[in-house]
Structure formats: C-alpha cells, structure tokens
C-alpha cells in the first residue's frame, strides 16, 4: 500500500523541480510563428520524450548506481544538494537565465532539444525519479512512480497549451512571483532528501 503522503510529496517535488510556470515563456519564445496546431504538436512531442526519459530512470536509475558502486543513500545526499543548488537558482532568477541560453540554441524542432532535454526532463527531475524510486522499491512503486510522472507531466503538457492564455494572465511579475515559492518549497524538500540519506548512513536520528 502507498502512503497517500508520499503521493502528494512525490508530486509536488516532481512539479516543483520540473516548473511548468517557469518553462512555459521559454516554450512560448521557442514557438514563436507556429500555428496553434503546430504548438500543440510540438508540446505534446516534448512530454512523450521527457516522459520515456524519467520513466527509464525511474524503472533502471537505481540498478545503473548499484552497477557503478553508488549508495542509495549517497545518492540521496547528492540529490538533495542538487535540488537544493535548483531551488536557489529558482530564488535568484539565475535558472530563468540560463534557460534562456539554452533557448538561444533553438533547431528547428525544439521537442526534443531543448524543450525535452534539458528543459523537462533535466538533471533535477531525473534525480528527483531516482530518489523516489529509491523509497518505494518493488512493482507497486514503480508503478507509482510511473503514475506520478504521468500526472506532472500532463499538467506541463497543460501548460504548454495554454501558454499563451497563462502568459496573459500572470505577466512577468507573476510567473517570477510563483517561481520564488516553488524555489522556497524546493529548498525545503531538498533539505528532507539529504537528511533522509544522513539518517540512513546513521548521522541523523
């Protein structure tokens, strides 16, 4: 049985590090001249492709560390201070900078590059499937995990489609607004990852 609270943790850290509200002006600067219905393709490409990613880290991430020799609970750690690096770019707007270098390199196709990688599904979301993978071990987890991502992904694909209508709604302000809270709950959230590997290695009770 899965616990109803790390449903709602495992979402929210996913949403959290994935940030639609900070992504859509980049799909938005990315799609400039498309049509609706180009839009629409191009959104709905880049959540299949983030989508297969994480999942395959979500299901082989763990077994790729054991292969290599690293600890779950290292692992932990090392995501932990990851998202925590995350949350603080978050705060000081310097992810919303390099995000925009990387929309500079725009092909002709964003989908894949860089609205799928590394956009979507980034150094951050993959570690984030790892580590909650790494806590709910077994079919049923993974499975949860799977659905987990199938949610966050669906409310970014939401995202992306109302891009245009979002853009309007919040303006700049807004979206730094809302970028500032989620990089506060992120940093919190990271906290509790490297103190849940401190306590595994024994460091912390």
Same mark, same amino acid.
């Given at each position: @049985?899965?616990?109803? /609270?790390?449903?709602? =943790? ?7 590090? %994935? ?8 799909? #938005?600067?990315? =799609? ?9 393709? %191009? /959104? #709905? ?25 690293? *600890? @779950? ?7 932990? #201070? &990851? ?27 964003? *989908? %894949? ?11 951050? *979301?993959?570690?984030?499937? %790892? ?14 995990? #799977? ?10 694909? *939401? ?6 209508? &979002? ?39």
């Amino acid at each position: @049985m899965i616990d109803t /609270a790390f449903l709602i =943790t495992g979402f929210v850290t996913l949403f959290v590090v %994935i940030d639609p509200i900070g992504l859509t002006p980049m799909f #938005i600067a990315l =799609t400039q001249g498309n049509s609706a219905q180009e839009r629409r393709r %191009i /959104a #709905i490409h880049t959540c299949l492709t983030a989508f297969a990613i994480l999942v395959v880290f979500a299901l082989f991430g763990e077994a790729v560390l054991g292969f290599i020799g690293i *600890s @779950m609970p290292a692992f932990r750690v090392a995501g932990g #201070i &990851l998202l925590f690096l995350t949350a603080l770019e978050m705060l000081f707007e310097r992810r919303s900078k390099r995000r925009e270098g990387q929309a500079e390199e725009e092909q002709p196709d964003p *989908s %894949i590059f860089p609205l799928a990688i590394p956009l979507t599904a980034g150094p951050g *979301s993959i570690a984030t499937v %790892i580590l909650l993978a790494g806590q709910q071990p077994g079919v049923l987890g993974a499975l949860t995990i #799977i659905g987990i991502v199938a949610v966050v992904l669906l409310v970014v694909l *939401s995202f992306y489609l109302a891009s245009g209508i &979002l853009e309007r709604a919040l303006g700049k302000t807004g979206i730094n607004v809302a970028t500032r809270l989620l990089g506060m709950l992120l940093a919190a959230l990271a906290v509790q990852f490297v103190l849940d590997g401190l306590r595994d290695f024994g460091f912390a009770s």
